[in-house]
C-alpha cells in the first residue's frame, strides 16, 4: 500500500491535481476574506506544504500540521516562513487561536465532519474565516479502471468484498456540517474539471490520491496479499492505457470550494 509517507518523497511531482486545486483556494482566500497581512493561519493536512508557502507569501504566521513526519520533512526541506507541526486535523483543541483555517483535499479522510467543523469553529477567533476545498467524488475514469481488476479471478473477491471508506460529500452535505458547527456561508461553489494528459501523468495523479483510499486495508473484508497489489496496479495501468486516445487520458474532477466566516 502507497500510504503518505511513502508519498512524500515523490508527492510533489505527482500531485498537480491537489496543487490546481490549491491555487484556486488561494486566490478564492485573497478574494473573499478580510484579513490584515499579520493574520495567524492554521492549514490542515498540510503535506509537502505547498498551500502553506503560498499562505505564508501572504499572512505573517503560518502552520501547517500533517500526520506523516515525511510529508512534514519535505515541506521544511522546501523552506519558506512556515511553522510545521506533526498533529492530527481530525480535531483541534486550540480555542480563539486563529484568523484562518484552511482544508485543502483534506476531509474525505475524517470520519466525523460535524466534530471535526466544530473543533475548527473554536479554534478560530469571532470573524476567522474557515476555507475548505474538497473532491466530491471519485473520477470515473479511475472508478472504471479499479473496476476493471473485477475480470481477473484473483482479484475479484477482493473487488466485491470492498467499501470505501473515504468520506467524500456533495456540497450540500457539507455546506449543512459547516453552518451546523456554527458558522456562516460566504462563499460555495463546485467546479468541474475536465483534464486532458497522458497516461503517464494520469497515473501520477492516481498515485498522489485515488491510490490511498482505494488501498486501504480497513475497506477490504479480507487481507491484502502482494498478488492483488501487484494486479492492482496492473490493471490500473492497463485500464488508464486502454481509455487514453492517441496517447491523451481524459480525466474528470469534480471539486467544491467553500469558505465560511464565525
Known amino acids: 500500500m502507497m500510504n503518505f509517507n511513502d508519498k512524500a518523497s ?18 478564492e482566500i485573497i ?13 490542515l493536512g498540510c503535506g509537502t506544504g505547498y498551500l502553506s508557502r503560498k499562505l505564508s507569501d501572504e499572512y505573517s504566521f503560518v502552520t501547517g500540521i500533517d500526520i506523516s513526519e515525511e510529508m512534514l520533512q519535505q515541506a521544511s526541506d522546501q523552506g519558506g516562513n512556515v511553522d510545521y507541526a506533526l498533529r492530527d486535523a481530525a480535531e483541534l483543541n486550540e480555542h480563539l487561536e486563529y484568523d484562518l483555517i484552511t482544508a485543502n483535499s483534506l476531509t474525505y479522510y475524517i470520519s466525523d465532519l460535524p466534530t471535526a467543523f466544530k473543533s475548527y469553529y473554536n479554534a478560530l477567533k469571532p470573524g476567522g474565516y474557515f476555507a475548505l476545498q474538497s473532491q466530491t467524488a471519485l473520477s470515473p475514469q479511475f472508478v472504471r479502471a479499479f473496476h476493471s481488476l473485477k475480470k481477473n479471478a484473483i482479484a475479484k473477491p477482493f473487488i466485491d468484498g470492498f467499501k470505501l471508506l473515504a468520506n467524500m460529500q456533495c456540497q450540500q452535505k457539507l455546506s449543512e456540517y459547516i453552518q451546523v458547527a456554527g458558522f456562516r456561508l460566504i462563499l460555495e461553489k463546485t467546479r468541474h474539471f475536465r483534464t486532458r494528459c497522458t497516461p503517464e501523468k494520469a497515473l501520477d495523479i492516481f498515485k498522489a490520491g485515488t491510490a490511498t483510499p482505494l488501498l486501504n486495508p480497513k475497506g477490504y473484508d479480507r487481507k491484502l496479499t502482494s498478488e492483488y497489489k501487484k494486479l492492482f496496479w496492473q490493471y490500473i495501468q492497463e485500464s488508464i492505457e486502454s481509455q487514453s486516445i492517441d496517447n491523451q487520458f481524459t480525466l474528470e474532477f469534480s471539486r467544491v470550494f467553500i469558505i465560511a466566516v464565525k
Open 10 to 27: 515523490i508527492y510533489d511531482k505527482i500531485a498537480s491535481s491537489q496543487n490546481e486545486a490549491a491555487d484556486i483556494l488561494y486566490q
Open 31 to 43: 478574494n473573499t476574506c478580510a484579513l490584515v497581512d499579520t493574520a495567524n493561519v492554521l492549514d
